[in-house]
């Protein structure tokens, strides 16, 4: 059975840090797409970075690029989601997500799209005060 399981959300002032945390189960985790999502009230849910196990390859999205850092460790299976010099518009429930692949042009093309995933966790809430 596959799961995608969150953990290190929290509360912090502005200009603070968190680190997430999503741990896969059930995937060859050298050939997985994933990608953290965030969704604030009343609005849809963001891709925020996204990474491809088997390459290592990143990717984020422009609003977060220079203070987010998407990172993998193989031992633990895990996906992990640095946050640094938080604000408060990046207030929101932070979800993993993830898909097996082989193919690291998939992961490089889609990783931003909600449909390329199949499997979820079950979401972290960060808030962060000004």
């Known amino acids: 059975q596959v799961q995608a399981v969150e953990s290190g959300g929290g509360s912090v002032q502005a200009g603070g840090s968190l680190r997430l945390s999503c741990e896969v189960s059930g995937y060859t985790f050298s050939t997985i797409c994933m990608a953290w999502f965030r969704q604030a009230p009343g609005r849809g849910r963001e891709a925020v970075a996204g990474l491809y196990t088997g390459a290592g390859s990143t990717y984020y999205t422009d609003s977060v690029k220079g203070r987010f850092t998407i990172s993998q460790d193989n031992a633990k299976n895990t996906v992990y989601l640095q946050m640094n010099s938080l604000k408060p518009e990046d207030t929101a429930m932070y979800y993993c997500?993830?898909?097996?692949?082989?193919?690291?042009?998939?992961?490089?093309?889609?990783?931003?799209?909600?449909?390329?995933?199949?499997?979820w966790g079950q979401g972290t809430q960060v808030t962060v005060s000004s």
């Open positions: 997500a993830a898909i097996g692949s082989n193919i690291p042009r998939f992961c490089s093309i889609s990783w931003s799209l909600e449909h390329s995933y199949r499997n």
